[in-house]
Every structure is written in structure tokens, then in C-alpha cells.
């Protein structure tokens, strides 16, 4: 089955269905996001590095986070 042949059988799909799946779709993306960001952030993960410098800065003051909404150009 192509993904041609799965859209129009979801176009078939009663609302509810089509909601059901919706909502089973984000759900499964959200894990995956969540997975991804737990092997990034884990000992060896691709995140780390970016973590350690992050960290570093706040040791010696030049961190500086970001204020609620929309950065201001200074």
C-alpha cells in the first residue's frame, strides 16, 4: 500500500475515525520527540556538547536566558 492508497482510505474514515487517528498520530510523534530528545541529552548524546557549553557559560556569567516572548534586538 502506497501512501496515495492510505490517504483516500482515510478520506473513507467516519470523523470520528479520522479524529482517532489524528489524535494517534500526534501521540506517536510526541513520543518519538520525546525519545529522540532523551538519546540526545543522555550521556554520549548529540546534545551534550551544546549542554557542557551551556552550563560552562552560566558558571562564568555569560549565559543569559531568554526573557518570555519574542527576543528583543539590542
Not at 473513507?12 to 518519538?32: F, G, Y
Amino acid at each position: 500500500m502506497d501512501l496515495a492508497e492510505i490517504q483516500r482510505a482515510i478520506e473513507q474514515l467516519p470523523k470520528d475515525q479520522q479524529a482517532a487517528l489524528v489524535a494517534w498520530l500526534a501521540e506517536r510523534d510526541q513520543s518519538e520527540w520525546d525519545s529522540e530528545i532523551e538519546r540526545d541529552f543522555s550521556a554520549g548524546g548529540a546534545g551534550m556538547g551544546f549542554l557542557e557549553e551551556m552550563k560552562a557559560d552560566a558558571r562564568t556569567g555569560q549565559f543569559h536566558p531568554y526573557e518570555e516572548g519574542r527576543p528583543r534586538h539590542r
